[in-house]
């Protein structure tokens, strides 16, 4: 599966969206990209996925630049109980790989 | 609430003891996958089952074993445990229908998790 690279850590005021960076330089075609969020301690949390299409759904948008090479979650109005680490996960389909790889993620505070 | 349970939500127990984590995935979702995060560490992947059967091994030591049954529900068993086996335990489930491909088959929806305290 390819890297992903993304910030330690943003801040976002309350109301505001929230933008989430992320960067897979050498995603392959045939590679999505999941974002998940946890929360404290409970389990992760699907956001939304994507291949080359921007996506949305009720939680969020997903927009991936036309090289695939970096995308972006787009939380519209963050509220405080979107305060949570943020995972940018790239993979193939699971007859080629079977494992889902959360890096480190982004500490995600949205502040009041 | 991701559809997918699991029990107990506590356990804690002594050096050397074995236990046993249950978890039933989302109806209809054929593979059932294994996790373990420890105190500030990332989450690592375990092991895969699909429809019954063990599909990808990550980091599981051998003292740590899984099986699927015919219900689809999966148990992870954890024996002679030590105080690094202290974590959170999550099982996450997907759909992979036979057939199908694609990113919503793929998705794995996590359930709440096991936290398991060694003492």
């Known amino acids: 599966d390819a890297k992903t690279t993304q910030p330690t850590s943003m801040d976002c005021a309350e109301g505001r969206a929230a933008n989430l960076p992320c960067n897979h330089s050498t995603i392959s075609g045939n590679e999505y990209v999941y974002w998940y969020r946890q929360i404290h301690s409970q389990g992760p949390q699907y956001i939304i996925h994507g291949l080359k299409n921007n996506e949305t759904n009720e939680m969020a948008s997903l927009i991936i630049t036309e090289d695939r090479k970096s995308s972006t979650l787009i939380l519209p109005h963050a509220t405080l109980r979107d305060t949570a680490v943020y995972y940018c996960i790239v993979r193939v389909s699971w007859y080629n790989n079977n494992d889902m790889r959360f890096g480190a993620g982004t500490r995600l505070t949205v502040k009041p | 609430d991701s559809g997918v349970t699991q029990t107990p939500k506590h356990l804690i127990t002594a050096t050397g003891q074995r236990v046993t984590l249950r978890c039933s995935p989302r109806s209809g979702d054929l593979s059932v996958y294994w996790y373990q995060q420890s105190l500030d560490q990332g989450l690592q992947f375990l092991i895969q089952y699909y429809n019954g059967e063990e599909r990808a091994k990550g980091n599981i030591l051998e003292r740590f074993s899984a099986q699927q049954f015919p219900d689809l529900h999966s148990e992870l068993n954890l024996s002679s445990l030590e105080l690094g086996d202290s974590a959170l335990y999550f099982c996450?489930?997907?759909?992979?229908?036979?057939?199908?491909?694609?990113?919503?088959?793929?998705?794995?929806?996590f359930g709440p998790g096991t936290r398991l305290l060694v003492l």
């Open positions: 996450a489930s997907s759909a992979n229908t036979p057939g199908l491909a694609g990113g919503s088959q793929e998705t794995q929806y």
